[in-house]
Every structure is written in structure tokens, then in C-alpha cells.
């Protein structure tokens, strides 16, 4: 089954604490991003990659960092969470055209204290 | 930096009634894509429209760009109490895949 995977999909953890969300696609797909979503301000994306070892800030990079080492994992990191990071965080992946359709995970809720 | 702007945020109706959501935005999108997500879940494509004037179907759903790819709405006939979701409109920016997304629509059909 076609399939974005993000682990875990609840975190909680205390500031400064780093930590890592996994991503994984089976779709061969060159494209992944990471969003954000908080009320009333929809999806924000953090970071994209085009490809292995491409990669770009979104709207809203600050704290968090990603890589892009094989072509189906793109895990993000949060080197130093701080409490403003408190979100429900979104992987997704698709081909690299304006058209494709992004395919999301189910989600990560963290909450950093 | 471009915006997409949703209204209503929130909608509350009673099954079989009509609605519609619109995205609004100054900026030109390539494209309009539309989604729709259920609690504990991540956002499902329900359509993509690219061209200016465009109408889409998906059996109660009813899609339109604008003419000037500014704009889209989402019309649903005889809302069902399955079609209580976030509604998200994103739209589409240059060539590479840099999607914009507006702050959704929360639907309740009540029954």
C-alpha cells in the first residue's frame, strides 16, 4: 500500500530536549516536505526537498532541521525544541510537479514543555 | 509572500443543505488543489484544477477556478454528515512544488 509513515505520532518532551520525527515514503517519490498545523493558520511549510540530498527552508525553518540522505526517509530535527514548537507536524511527499498531488502521513502531535 | 484566504473558518448546517467554501487570494496559482482532512489523519487530495475557469465534479462536490486563477470554491449539494472534515484549498506556485495553503474550513453536517 502506497504510504507516507511519520513516527512517533505523539511526542511529548521537555525544552531543549532534542529530538528527531521520522518520515518514510514507498512511492519513489523525489518530492517531501514538512508542515506545521496550528489553528487558524493552516498548513505552514518548514522544509522541502526536491531530492536526495536537496534540500530547502519553507516558511517557517527556524529551530528545526532536516536531511535528505536516501531518496524515501526525510526525518526532521529539532536540535533544541523550545514550547512555540507545540504543533501537529506533517510529512508528505509527491512528484516533483506543481500538479501531483502531496500524499501526507498521519501526523505527529508534540508537545514540548 | 502570497495568502490564500479561506472563508467561512467554521460551518455548522443540518444534512441536505447546500453549501459553498470559498479561497480567495491576490496572487496568480498555477494551480488550485483541494483537500480534506478527518481527525487523526493527514490531508487527502479531493481534486486538482489548473485551468482558469475550470469546473470539476466529484458527485456532490462541485469545484470552480476563477477565470484569472486567483480564486476557487467548493460547493457541496445535500450535504451528508460523512462530509464533516477541515476543507483545505492550496494553491499551486511556479514550476517546482511549492504549494500554498489556505487556514481551512472547519464543516460540521449535523444530522
Known amino acids: 500500500e502506497a504510504q507516507v509513515t511519520q513516527n512517533p505520532r505523539y511526542l511529548i518532551t521537555v525544552t531543549g530536549k532534542k529530538l528527531t520525527v521520522t518520515c518514510s515514503q514507498n512511492?519513489?517519490?523525489?518530492?517531501m516536505s514538512w508542515y506545521r498545523q496550528d489553528p487558524g493558520l493552516g498548513l505552514r511549510q518548514i522544509y522541502y526537498?526536491?531530492?536526495?540530498?536537496?534540500?530547502d527552508k519553507g516558511d517557517v525553518p527556524e529551530g528545526y532541521k532536516v536531511s535528505r540522505k536516501e531518496k524515501r526517509n526525510f526525518p526532521l530535527i529539532l536540535e533544541s525544541p523550545s514550547p512555540n514548537q507545540t504543533s501537529l507536524y506533517f510529512c508528505?511527499?509527491?512528484?516533483?510537479?506543481?500538479?501531483?498531488?502531496?500524499?501526507f502521513g498521519n501526523g505527529t502531535r508534540l508537545t514540548v514543555t | 509572500t502570497q495568502l490564500l484566504e479561506q472563508s467561512p473558518q467554521f460551518l455548522s448546517i443540518q444534512e441536505g443543505e447546500n453549501l459553498t467554501v470559498y479561497c480567495n487570494s491576490s496572487?496568480?496559482?498555477?494551480?488550485l488543489q483541494w483537500y480534506r482532512q478527518e481527525p487523526g489523519e493527514g490531508p487527502v487530495l479531493l481534486v486538482t484544477v489548473v485551468t482558469g475557469g475550470e469546473v470539476k465534479k466529484l458527485k456532490r462536490l462541485t469545484f470552480q477556478f476563477g477565470d484569472a486563477r486567483k480564486d476557487s470554491s467548493l460547493h457541496i449539494t445535500a450535504a451528508q454528515p460523512g462530509d464533516t472534515g477541515l476543507y483545505l484549498c492550496?494553491?499551486?506556485?511556479?514550476?517546482?512544488?511549492?504549494?500554498?495553503f489556505g487556514q481551512g474550513t472547519r464543516l460540521t453536517i449535523n444530522p
Open positions: 526537498s526536491m531530492n536526495v540530498e536537496v534540500t
Open positions: 492550496a494553491g499551486g506556485v511556479g514550476g517546482a512544488q511549492k504549494l500554498v
Open positions: 512511492m519513489n517519490h523525489e518530492y
Open positions: 508528505a511527499s509527491s512528484r516533483p510537479n506543481t500538479n501531483s498531488p502531496l500524499h
Open positions: 496572487s496568480v496559482f498555477s494551480s
